[in-house]
């Protein structure tokens, strides 16, 4: 019998999910998506094919992954929701962000969990999925959860939950970092004279292009930027701004600040489990 995927939430990573689902062969008749939001299940129905429900129900126990693709903080109440109709050898397969796995065990009453943390590229086919399987996994579960996981795009597999709440750090909120920058060329470029529609495109191709650059070279991100930068010149007299308002140290004080975020965040939902 086919595996059939439960979607337990429409949002943009469940969208992205069901899209790398169906693009790597799945059928979209055997994918369940779970939504209060009318327009959200048109959507999934009209454009993905797929099956809809606004309230878990019998169809629930058809499932033999059920990915929990929902804010973190109203995960609780979900789990609690869908209890009733979860099948017991369900495989749950959450990209909840800091919920651990011991406590969505308690509020599935099942052990075969695993967590993931996927990123927004996803949704245009370039995403990083970290992903975590506890040991007592059993095999078949293992193969499923990474068949899943790796229709989102480029997975990386973490030794802890503790280095997959750093991973979604990076990766995870690492768009937002990323955009910001966009946002600080494209601003310091407006500034200076050049028309908005061509600062933004500039901005964006120049972050594009290095990222693929680095992507395809076997040199490290250091010699990458030795190369651009001619002693003297230009490019070294920005980075010499950058040193001096030490960006180094400010990006990791800032990946410190989010994983100690993430890290309270964790304990809250777990004391509350």
């Known amino acids: 019998m086919a595996n059939r995927i439960a979607m337990?939430?429409?949002?943009?990573?469940?969208?992205?999910?069901?899209?790398?689902?169906?693009?790597?062969g799945f059928d979209p008749a055997t994918i369940d998506v779970l939504d209060r939001n009318e327009h959200k299940r048109k959507m999934f129905?009209?454009?993905?094919?797929?099956?809809?429900?606004?309230?878990?129900?019998?169809?629930?126990?058809?499932a033999t992954v059920v990915v929990l693709a929902v804010k973190p903080q109203g995960l609780a109440q979900t789990c609690e929701t869908i209890l009733p109709f979860?099948?017991?050898?369900?495989?749950?397969?959450?990209?909840?962000?800091?919920?651990r796995i011991g406590t969505i065990a308690r509020w599935t009453k099942t052990d075969k969990v695993v967590r993931t943390m996927p990123n927004t590229p996803s949704l245009v086919g370039a995403g990083v999925i970290g992903f975590f399987a506890p040991a007592g996994l059993d095999e078949e579960a293992l193969a499923l959860s990474k068949q899943v996981a790796e229709a989102m795009d480029e997975v990386i597999e973490v030794r802890?939950?503790?280095e997959l709440d750093l991973l979604s750090t990076v990766s995870g909120s690492g768009p937002a970092y990323v955009f910001r920058f966009i946002e600080a060329l494209e601003a310091a470029a407006i500034k200076r004279g050049f028309d908005p529609e061509g600062a933004r495109r500039?901005?964006?191709?120049?972050l594009w292009g290095a990222s693929k650059?680095?992507?395809?070279?076997?040199?490290p991100p250091a010699k990458l930027r030795e190369n651009v930068t001619s002693k003297k010149?230009?490019?070294?007299?920005?980075?010499?701004v950058?040193?001096?308002?030490?960006?180094?140290?400010?990006?990791?004080e800032a990946i410190q600040a989010a994983y100690d975020r993430n890290q309270v965040l964790a304990t809250e939902l777990d004391a509350a489990a």
Request: hydrophobic share 50%; glycine share 10%.
């Open 8 to 24: 337990i939430g429409g949002g943009n990573m469940a969208t992205a999910l069901v899209g790398g689902l169906i693009k790597n």
């Open 45 to 62: 129905a009209e454009e993905m094919k797929v099956v809809v429900h606004d309230a878990p129900g019998e169809w629930l126990k058809e």
């Open 86 to 99: 979860l099948a017991p050898n369900a495989l749950m397969f959450s990209i909840a962000a800091g919920v």
């Open 160 to 162: 802890s939950e503790q």
């Open 202 to 206: 500039m901005a964006i191709m120049t």
């Open 213 to 219: 650059l680095a992507m395809e070279s076997t040199e």
């Open 233 to 240: 010149g230009t490019t070294a007299e920005a980075l010499r």
């Open 242 to 252: 950058m040193q001096e308002h030490d960006f180094m140290g400010m990006m990791d």
